[in-house]
């Protein structure tokens, strides 16, 4: 199993197939509707205005500002709004360091990488050279790994500035970032509710805009359901497009690491510079990374229905009941607004869909007690002391652990045991097979398919804490995505009335394997002809301005 812990002796193997000449190979391009004929060339077109990474960009080379100043604006915001928000464990402390290198380099006219001053959140299962990383866990209370995630080294050799490493639920165990062994990160929309999970810190820190994009892992929607709540973009890959190495296994069958930001050409262009084959994670594709930002339309060049032709699908199983009014309303006035963009969109029933949640729990908690048998305070994992061994296990796990850990540890041993392997772990295999050939079959009729990101906007803290079956049936939208290994994009698409504000709803947009291209194109198309909806959380609206 691929995980966070490798040997130290792969460090002298680390991935060396890129360099600074990775950006140079693959450009970042913006594509216009008018381009095919010839009207515009590549080089005549302004990048989307939602687009913070690219805005930067043209702002950090024109010298419009610097990077070093602009890392002090992020750096100021999150100093404002972390006391409330929680959505970091750990903060680096070489940001402006980092920025002021790029800012050196930028002086000298030497080439910067397009994520040149960005900064980046990662989710703290994910692992740093530079800071902790812990998974949300006390068993690893103050690891520091000895190398960078795959990942992580690649949005750094992009140019990229780690600004800090965010909250979660311990392992990526929850959907709330209430399971985090050290604190509960809230939803920049409103305080006394959840952000989501597990990747709750890395939304809320997008939402929050303390920083650019961030990092995120989605098992069965941890990047998706999040991003639904608190309102941003967020985007989990086919399974094998993005490298596992250095991220914690919890399920590695399902595991993937995502992306999350304020728009989805932001989104697109994290996950363009993350992707690719990478030889220490056997499960990591060969299959060429398209230049995502081609498929960045401008508004300023779209057609009066620019998607003109495309086969839309509403999972007919995902607004039945049990799924919120006002969630309802904002998806079918998603569909009505890509039926305006010339998308055609019927209803699609999946009959295995309501098979996937008990199913994923099953798979998910079965490979989590084997991937987590090795913090045992001997391999991996803080260790108490004890006067003999089986007590020293005992004891460095039981301190170690959280509740939720331990539950789904203990489901998934008791799924593998003698005597019940077939009627569980073997069934949920069986199960998962009829949800890939179902979605196959539905994506082979349709281009796309679309649902709720979740069936509720984002609930009060503490609401379902106490209750682990009706928090597990929030995951029944995003867990079938997984199981099946597809991709799949989430986006705001519309308000649901909260207690004092309005709350976001997300957009779930579904493809084929590596077809994250055409979500990309849709979603962008989307987001820049909404009308009426700003995703700006209360918290920062009257201090943010719209532009950097």
Known sequence: MLSAMQHPLSLSRFPSHISSSFAKSRPLHILSSAQPTGGLSVADQSPPSNSQILSIRSSLLSGHFTATQLAESYLNRLKLTEPQLNSFLHLSNNVLKEAQEIDDKIKKKEEVGPLAGVLVGVKDNICTADMPSTGGSRILEGYRPPFDATAVKRVKELGGIV?????????????????????????????????????????????????????????????????????????????????????????????????????????????????????????????????????????????????????????????????????????????????????????????????????????????????????????????????????????????????????????????????????????????????????????????????????SAAYKIGEKKNDPLAMYAGDIMTVNVNLAGLPALVLPCGFVEGSTDRLPVGLQMIGAAFDEGKLLKVGHIFEQTLQGCKFIPPLIADKIADSY
């Open 163 to 455: 600004v800090g490493k965010t909250n979660l639920d311990e392992f990526g165990m929850g959907s709330t970032t209430e399971a985090s062994a050290f604190k509960v990160t809230a939803n920049p929309w409103d305080l006394s509710r959840v952000p989501g999970g597990s990747s709750g810190g890395s939304a809320a820190a997008v939402s929050a805009r303390q920083c650019v994009v961030s990092l995120g892992s989605d098992t069965g929607g941890s990047v998706r359901q999040p991003a639904s709540f608190c309102g941003v973009v967020g985007l989990k890959p086919t399974y094998g497009r993005v490298s596992r190495f250095g991220l914690m296994a919890y399920a590695s069958s399902l595991d993937a690491i995502g992306c999350l930001g304020s728009s989805v050409a932001d989104t697109g262009i994290l996950l363009h510079a993350i992707s690719g084959h990478d030889r220490f994670d056997a499960t990591s594709s060969k299959q060429e990374v398209p230049d995502y930002a081609s498929q960045f339309i401008s508004a300023t060049f779209l057609k009066s229905r620019p998607l003109e032709g495309l086969r839309v699908a509403l999972i007919h199983e995902t607004i039945d009941e049990g799924v919120d009014s006002g969630v309802k309303s904002a998806i079918h006035g998603a569909a009505s607004h890509l039926e305006q963009l010339g998308c055609t969109v019927t209803e699609v029933s999946l009959p295995s869909f309501s098979l996937g949640l008990p199913a994923y729990y099953i798979l998910a908690s079965s490979e989590s007690s084997s991937n987590l048998s090795r913090y045992d305070g001997v391999r991996y994992g803080n260790q108490v002391s004890a006067d003999e061994l089986n007590s020293l296990y005992e004891d460095s796990r039981a301190k170690g652990f959280g509740p939720e850990v331990k539950m789904r540890i203990l489901m998934g041993t008791y799924a593998l045991s003698a005597g019940y392997y077939d009627a569980y772990y073997k069934r949920a295999q069986q199960v998962r097979t009829l949800i890939q050939e179902s979605f196959k079959a539905a994506l082979e009729e349709n281009d796309i398919l679309i649902s709720p990101a979740a069936p």
